[in-house]
């Protein structure tokens, strides 16, 4: 998607933010980091620039907002409903101890949202609240904090926004613990996001802070979602994927260390009438509930229909160990294969299973 500016063009849409921020922070001139080097020129950085703004409540904080997901200038694409992309980032910062609005804001979390832009505009592949992604570590690097994953939900102080150039979503990048996203994904980044926003007020992402559901409270509030309403994650994406038929069996290849993440999510999706598909780079494994047991595969995709009986006989059965796993009836085997850890030279340094 280009956004370079054209003589001719005015700034309606980069106007349309400002317009939004300012009825938000009245008569507060932000900290604004352009790009010096355009993307379209050759420039690392996607975006055209992050304005900063300072927040005193609920408690002080940076408020940080992207400006080149959308159309900042001119109306280029031919999608009128959406201005660009549709949705520009922001993200909240709790403020270390002594910091005030006279320091300068931090410029990780700038490189954070840059980061997401470049995912954005090389695989086009567009951001939504309710997404969330693993950061492969701290989320601001050369730090301990155990926020080490992101979730999107609309930002509750920036509703939509009908511009020029087209509708303008504000999406808010939250930062979360291991156990917090394993909630997520067990349950919905809303729910869980609504659970613990009594300890996380506006979603102000606070570097110092543990997981929320030490609190017992939350963290039943969060079990009782998960089982009430099933899980939302309808995707899983594995590293070790695989089949053979041999016969009338179909055989199922699955790492060990994915294993504990297929048995917790197979009945909260399965048990609330959804599917869930297994992912690798090449092809997908989909299973679905149904009234008998069924298996179809092809070359890159495979289809398993599971009764209840059957989806009770793997989370009885299936363990992460290697070795054979055969279902009743004899139509699906599953072998689990080890999985190996490697470091970053590709040394293994543990093997699972």
């Given amino acids: ?33 352009g790009t010096a080097i355009p993307y379209t020129l050759g420039g690392q950085d996607p975006l055209d620039g992050i304005s900063v703004y300072w927040a005193e409540t609920p408690r002080p904080h940076w408020h940080y907002v992207t400006y080149g997901f959308s159309e900042l200038y001119g109306k280029q694409s031919d ?3 959406d201005s660009g992309y549709g949705f520009e980032l922001t993200f909240r910062l709790a403020t270390a101890p002594g910091q005030g609005a ?52 609309d930002d509750p102080q920036l509703p939509p926004r009908d511009t020029a150039n087209g509708r303008v979503r504000f999406l808010q990048v939250v930062g979360l613990s291991d156990d917090e ?16 926003a009594a300890g996380m007020p506006l979603w102000i992402t606070d570097l110092s802070r543990g997981s929320l559901l030490a609190d017992p409270a939350v963290a039943a509030q969060v079990e009782a979602g998960s089982a009430r309403e099933g899980s939302t994650t309808g995707t899983l994406f594995i590293e070790t994927l695989g089949w053979a038929v041999q016969g009338d069996t179909v055989e199922l290849v699955l790492g060990a260390g994915q294993v504990p993440g297929i048995l917790e999510l197979l009945p909260l999706r399965l048990g609330h009438g959804r599917a869930l598909t297994l992912v690798d780079r090449e092809r997908s494994w989909r299973f679905e509930p149904g009234e008998e047991d069924h298996v179809e595969v092809d070359q890159g995709a495979a289809r398993c229909v599971l009764t209840p009986a059957s989806l009770q006989a793997i989370r009885a059965h299936l363990h992460a160990e290697r070795g054979s796993y055969p279902l009743p009836g004899g139509r699906l085997r599953i072998r689990v294969a080890p999985t190996e850890l490697r470091d970053a030279q590709g040394n293994v340094v543990r093997t699972i299973g």
């Fill in 102 to 153: 006279d320091d300068p804001p931090p410029v990780w979390p700038m490189n954070l949202l840059q980061n997401l832009a470049r995912y954005v505009f090389s695989s086009g592949n567009v951001l939504e609240a309710g997404h969330h992604l693993d950061a492969n570590g701290p989320i601001a690097l050369d730090s301990e904090t155990v926020l080490r994953h992101l979730a999107l939900i």
């Fill in 181 to 196: 996203m394993a909630a997520v994904r067990r349950w919905s980044t809303h729910g869980v996001l609504q659970a613990l």
């Fill in 79 to 81: 999608d009128p409903a």
């Fill in 1 to 33: 998607m280009d956004h370079t500016q054209k003589e001719d063009e005015g700034t309606q849409g980069w106007d349309a933010l400002n317009a939004a921020l300012g009825a938000l922070y009245p008569g507060q001139e932000p900290r604004h980091f």
